[in-house]
T-cell receptor, first 114, second 114 residues
């Protein structure tokens, strides 16, 4: 069973379009995250949600809007897509391990904006 | 200056070699240190987790943390071709309740050759 799953795996779209990426975790974790990995493999946090509440918002353009309908799901909607949004987007969820949150990642969504 | 510095490689070693991967960091608040392995076109997977200073061993992998030098290492013994991947260090101050922000290094690409 996949612990953290994302759909779609690949997304190719035109500039200016609006698209959504979905994430689900079956680990029973309370906290979920969105990360962006650029072409140089640098992984940077975008958002975190804890029990459907936004906790971390890392200076991401407001074209990006996360939504958490319940604690097992965290979706990412992107408006007016730009070329620079092309990247791999990873969802993660975290559980406690010896006092700290340890994050488990999904397989990623490779977004290409043309 | 980035909070976490990691040599991107690529690092190429023969099968059976001992591999040493390292990261330096500048934020004294970091207490939790992780190593993630990322295969091509896959999500990062948690490999090792260490709290504060010291060593931790798991099979062929050993993680070391030296907080006084702000330096962490991952050693891989008897390296195998299946270890070929990008290795990302990550660290956090360990704030819980959804506010645990992992800061990643840029990753070191490792290739183990037959």
């Amino acid at each position: 069973d996949t612990a953290v799953s994302q759909t779609p795996k690949y997304l190719v779209t035109q500039m200016g379009n609006d698209k959504s990426i979905k994430c689900e975790q079956n680990l029973g974790h309370d906290t979920m995250y969105w990360y962006k990995q650029d072409s140089k493999k640098f992984l940077k946090i975008m958002f975190s949600y804890n029990n459907k509440e936004l906790i971390i918002n890392e200076t991401v353009p407001n074209r990006f809007s996360p939504k958490s309908p319940d604690k097992a799901h965290l979706n990412l909607h992107i408006n007016s897509l730009e070329l620079g949004d092309s990247a791999v987007y990873f969802c993660a969820s975290s559980g406690r391990l010896a006092g700290a949150d340890t994050q488990y990642f999904g397989p990623g969504t490779r977004l290409t904006v043309l | 200056q980035k909070e976490v510095e990691q040599d991107p490689g690529p690092l190429s070693v023969p099968e059976g070699a001992i591999v040493s991967l390292n990261c330096t960091y500048s934020n004294s608040a970091f207490q939790y240190f992780m190593w993630y392995r990322q295969y091509s076109r896959k999500g990062p997977e948690l490999l090792m987790y260490t709290y504060s200073s010291g060593n931790k061993e798991d099979g062929r992998f050993t993680a070391q943390v030296d907080k006084s030098s702000k330096y962490i290492s991952l050693f891989i013994r008897d390296s195998q071709p299946s270890d070929s991947a990008t290795y990302l260090c990550a660290m956090s101050a360990g704030i819980t309740g959804g506010g645990n922000k992992l800061t990643f290094g840029t990753g070191t690409q490792l290739k183990v050759e037959l």
